[in-house]
């Protein structure tokens, strides 16, 4: 069967966030096997899909080298490039029924506009140990699936050299522990709003080069900070990065990005 290598959110290839992509099997696999799978692929997420009666409509499963996670952007967008660009499937839109509830993915323009649910952070008190691990004081600090640390600037954002184990012990107010998006306004020339990084340790990835999920946190906080729904994000992993451009509607989050397929591969299992 084939395996795709899809680098999500980007524009050329080795940028943004790689994932890979199995085609669609027609009765989930074992989840032992899904995991097994993930580990030898070695990337930020492998993701499964799964057939239904309708065409445009997938199951939707993520999982890290260590774990099933129940929200993944990068991932999402690159199954529905392999669904529209690789296996030429024709929909004006694909739904994909996820631990996170149905996502629903596009065309739009050059690249692929995904409709996720928002994760408005609230604002909470210092995190005992963050500014420790991260070897800057954070200007506020709040917390959603993940905790947010706004820095007072975007030079502080790029220098960020956390203690990977120190991160991965913290959860403050959180949802999930060890996951911890650091963020400040970007400077005028960038030609984005805001740049971010996000530190993963809690779910085995030290750093992500570009994260749908951690957006759906941003864009609300954003939103509100700019005064208005939509906002430019560049995630500045070093050597890497991605941009991605959100717009608030409601309770959800539209998040707009490209994706580039790398590798074409033949699984032998």
């Known amino acids: 069967m084939k395996q795709w290598t899809v680098d999500a959110f980007a524009a050329a290839p080795f940028r943004g966030n ?36 309708d065409p445009a409509r997938f199951g939707l499963r993520w999982f890290t080298p260590g774990t ?46 995904m409709d996720f649910p928002a994760d408005p952070p609230r604002r909470t008190g210092p995190v005992e140990g963050l500014a ?59 030609g984005v709003d805001v740049v971010d990084r996000f530190f993963a340790p809690g779910c085995g990835i030290d750093e992500d080069p570009a994260t749908g999920s951690a957006h759906c946190i941003l864009a609300p906080l954003y939103a509100d ?4 729904p939509d906002v430019r994000f560049r995630q500045v992993f070093p050597g890497r990065g991605g941009d991605i451009e959100t717009v608030l509607n409601g309770d959800r989050v539209l998040l707009r990005g490209q994706a580039v397929t790398v590798i074409e591969s033949m699984l032998r299992l």
């Open 68 to 113: 099933e996670v129940d929200l993944c952007g990068h991932a999402t967008l690159a199954a529905a490039h392999v669904l529209l660009a690789e296996t030429g499937l024709e929909a004006e839109a694909l739904t994909f029924d996820t631990r996170s509830g149905p996502l629903i993915v596009q065309a739009s323009g050059q690249g692929y506009e």
């Open 225 to 228: 900070k700019l005064g208005r």
């Open 132 to 190: 420790r691990a991260l070897g800057v004081e954070p200007v506020e600090v709040w917390a959603g699936r993940y905790l947010v640390a706004v820095l007072a600037d975007a030079a502080a954002v790029h220098a960020v050299s956390p203690d990977i184990r120190a991160l991965a012990a913290l959860q403050g107010e959180a949802g999930e522990a060890g996951q911890v998006i650091v963020c400040a306004r970007a400077d005028a020339p960038d």
């Open 18 to 53: 790689p994932a890979c992509v199995v085609e669609p099997f027609d009765r989930w696999p074992d989840t032992g096997w899904m995991q097994a799978l993930a580990k030898e692929n070695n990337q930020a997420e492998t993701a499964f899909l799964l057939r239904t009666a």
